[in-house]
């Protein structure tokens, strides 16, 4: 299980890196982390368990949109 998810978050920080990603992917996964690195939230941190939920939710959203995107295999 965790090995899985440790597999899905290497695979979005490769298709970010990747050469061949498009630049509106990078883009939107780009501000996607800003959005739950930054302090300032739709719902803050300080809310018992909904605040935390609303930034694990999308992090799971971008790193599942990631994971639809092929990286070429490294040479």
Do not use: C
Not at 16 to 22: D, G, M, Q, S, V
Not at 30 to 55: C, H, K, R, T
């Amino acid at each position: 299980m965790i090995s899985g998810v440790l597999d899905l978050i290497r695979h979005a920080v490769a298709v970010f890196l990747a050469r061949e990603t498009p630049l509106y992917v990078k883009a939107v996964l780009a501000a996607g982390l800003l959005y739950i690195l930054s302090p300032y939230d739709l719902i803050p941190e300080w809310v018992p368990v909904v605040g935390l939920l609303d930034d694990l939710a999308l992090a799971a959203l971008l790193i599942g949109w990631a994971a639809r995107f092929r990286v070429p295999p490294r040479t």
